[in-house]
């Protein structure tokens, strides 16, 4: 478990004043190499899922198949993960490029960009594992924290999550809909209906660009349309598997942090620094690791400083991981697998009531 | 050697259009069209303007004509308007706006006076070579030649540009009425266009140009003399606030029609006590506690927003979003917009009391 050190009012706001002169030095340093970065990731997604894309064409001859399905599927994780999500976030708003507008970015995935930076950047990052307030804990099917009420079918949780993951672009894209709600009568079915549109229009695109266009372009071509669609199948797939992986590590390994909503009352922008650090975790690993996370392997980074270029976080980290040493506040990290099983162990042992 | 000549573009226009259907109801992404255009052709786009520098020469000893080449994107200008011009510097996209001096043969000129602190016209000045490719926004700019009668022409700096691409274009059209170009500059190695505006004198006698320098303890002075023989003409004004309010001030209520541009911001005057409003960024989600004096822009950005903008000063219209609820002043104008869905560019708008905008 953790072992943070109590810290007084004052130790607060210099923890927090220590971290905002970070936040300040690094974007103080912004500048070309960051653009030509991006610009750069932009270009292997592009790589990737074209080439994939192309592989796809020469059928079920296996070398090519699963080429081709691996390359596709890796397009989109890094398109998801270091390109579109850090560019929602408004990492790159400060280049004044079009095409790289936090705001105005539409992702490869089924929810649209709109619910996302709203669950996302809005809530999950304001909220970070405040109970009751942010939906990402769990997702509303998962019980992960002795302090979330049981309810009967989280029993059956390990399945829940089993299906959330295969689905998980899916998982994430409902969330804005608050679906529960409706069906508590807490929000009416006429107020969901704009949203519900808008979901529908861009599910609705991501199927028959992946499942129909290609395919049938493929048709057009003399390919196997077989092969392509069960190519982008599997991608999407892999896409899912991995990015649910990658953020079930992020706030719910055994050493994550959850706090009631009392927390919110009164809290200075030390409190919040303080509780981004100890409800995030975070991944060791390689470039490669953190390059496939979209450095979200960088979680607590991440999440002190969202709208940071996160190529930004390996160099952060150091310091920020010196400054909770220093304060005395565990820095939750870990490898990949080790974090991973900790995740497993809470969605096994928390499916039951009485686990505290 | 480019895939695609820039030429072709305008031709080949027709063929993007299935492309900016798909884009613009999001089946495919602009910025990955776009890549695969500049592929073939480094200064084609699907929607926007980019422009292939032609040739560049310098005109005064601080400022420099540079010919352009735009795609097929360009909706062409008229003369005395004026283009935004884009490039990137240490990753950031910077803009500024500068006015078009001529146009022939799918080209166009603009003029960029070097500022010595620029980051912009220093870099254009000194770094941007034949070759290279600038983005350009859609033109602007109210500035229009009068029907007949005579034509006073006053320009203060680098306010030369857009009156010298009125006059080509009115005398290039065979307007033969009196026009007398003053063009006041600080020193006599100011003086832009020197040989083209003397070409023209030479060829049209009904040119008359005059410099005035105004440095040093026999500087000239813009006085009511100078315009007393061209009381009833048609005046027209392009320079810093101070000139162009000053022959306003010297011509007003005299001339036949009174024109002006200025390209510093005027300072803008604070309406009434200042007071704390309520402003709320929708899109983004947040509130804030601002006041009325401040543009949006300003209070947006101190409350930890990045909006979208570009000139900072009205012109640009990149910063331009939805009012939702509440009135806002135009800094410049003094004009209130209180319309749900109005556009409103925040740059320039001042919120009057609460306000909610789509930002």
Redesign the interface.
């Known amino acids: 478990m953790r072992e943070d050190r109590e810290l007084s009012r004052e130790e607060i706001d210099a923890f927090g004043a220590e971290l905002d002169a970070l936040r300040e030095r690094t974007l103080a340093d912004l500048g070309e190499a960051d653009a030509r970065y991006i610009r750069r990731v932009r270009a292997v997604v592009r790589a990737c899922c074209w080439s994939g894309r192309l592989l796809l064409l020469a059928g079920w001859f296996p070398p090519t198949w699963l080429l081709g399905t691996l390359l596709l599927g890796l397009g989109k994780i890094i398109e998801n993960m270091e390109l579109g999500h850090n560019v929602m976030h408004g990492q790159y708003d400060w280049m004044n490029d079009p095409e790289l507008a936090g705001r105005t970015y539409e992702w490869d995935i089924a929810g649209p960009s709109d619910f996302w930076r709203h669950t996302h950047n809005h809530i999950h990052h304001t909220y970070t594992n405040v109970l009751g307030m942010d939906d990402d804990i769990g997702y509303g099917v998962v019980r992960l924290f002795p302090e979330q009420r049981w309810k009967p079918y989280y029993r059956w949780q390990p399945l829940w999550v089993t299906l959330q993951a295969l689905l998980f672009q899916y998982a994430v894209a409902i969330q804005h809909l608050r679906l529960d709600k409706v069906f508590k009568g807490r929000i009416s079915r006429e107020e969901v209906r704009p949203l519900l549109r808008q979901f529908n229009a861009k599910v609705g695109r991501q199927w028959v660009k992946d499942y129909l266009v290609f395919p049938l372009l493929a048709l057009a071509l003399g390919c196997n349309a077989l092969a392509v669609l069960a190519g982008n199948v599997v991608a999407n797939l892999i896409r899912n598997l991995w990015t649910f992986t990658v953020i079930f590590c992020g706030h719910f390994t055994e050493k994550a942090a959850v706090f009631a909503p009392s927390t919110l009352e009164n809290e200075t922008r030390g409190h919040w620094y303080l509780r981004q650090l100890k409800g995030s975790s975070n991944l060791q690993g390689s470039r490669l690791l953190h390059f496939m996370t979209g450095n979200l392997s960088h979680q607590i980074e991440h999440h002190l400083y969202p709208d940071v270029p996160a190529r930004r976080y390996a160099a952060m980290a150091r310091e920020v991981r010196e400054i909770a040493a220093r304060y005395g506040q565990t820095y939750n990290t870990g490898t990949m697998s080790g974090q991973f099983a900790t995740v497993l162990r809470r969605i096994w042992r928390y499916r039951l009531p009485q686990a505290v | 050697m480019p895939l695609i000549p820039l030429r072709l573009t305008i031709p080949l226009q027709p063929l993007l259009a299935p492309l900016r259907w798909l884009t613009a109801h999001?089946?495919l992404?602009?910025?990955?069209v776009?890549?695969c255009l500049r592929f073939l052709q480094p200064a084609w786009a699907l929607t926007r303007i980019h422009a292939r520098v032609e040739a560049r020469r310098w005109v005064a000893e601080d400022m420099l004509a540079i010919r352009l080449r735009p795609n097929g994107n360009w909706p062409g200008a008229q003369a005395g308007q004026h283009v935004q011009l884009f490039i990137?510097r240490?990753?950031?996209?910077?803009s500024r706006s500068y006015s078009l001096t001529a146009q022939a043969d799918g080209c166009i000129e603009i003029a960029v006076r070097r500022q010595p602190e620029g980051r912009v016209s220093a870099w254009l000045c000194e770094h941007l070579s034949i070759g290279d490719c600038v983005e350009l926004g859609a033109p602007y700019g109210e500035l229009r030649w009068p029907q007949e009668g005579a034509v006073l022409l006053a320009a203060a700096g680098s306010g030369i540009t857009p009156l010298l691409g009125l006059l080509r274009d009115a005398l290039g059209r065979g307007f033969s009425a009196p026009v007398r170009l003053l063009h006041f500059v600080r020193e006599q190695g100011q003086r832009a266009f020197v040989e083209e505006l003397q070409q023209l004198q030479a060829r049209y006698p009904n040119l008359a140009v005059e410099w005035a320098v105004t440095a040093g303890a026999a500087g000239q002075r813009l006085s009511e003399e100078q315009l007393h023989a061209w009381r009833e003409a048609h005046v027209l004004s392009c320079g810093p606030a101070g000139f162009v309010e000053q022959l306003r001030e010297l011509v007003d209520g005299q001339a036949a029609s009174l024109q002006v541009e200025s390209f510093t911001p005027p300072q803008w005057r604070a309406e009434g006590e200042r007071r704390p409003v309520r402003l709320q960024f929708v899109?983004?989600?947040r509130e804030a506690v601002g006041d009325n004096q401040a543009s949006l822009l300003e209070q947006a950005e101190a409350a930890g927003l990045?909006p979208?903008?570009?000139c900072r000063q009205g012109i640009c219209t990149q910063c331009t979003c939805q009012l939702l609820e509440g009135a806002v002043r135009d800094l410049r104008s003094g004009e209130i917009s209180h319309e749900p869905g109005q556009s409103i560019r925040i740059c320039v708008s001042a919120p009057l009391g609460d306000v909610r905008v789509d930002l």
């Open positions: 999001h089946w992404r602009a910025s990955d776009d890549a990137e240490d990753g950031v996209r910077l899109r983004s989600q990045k979208e903008h570009g």
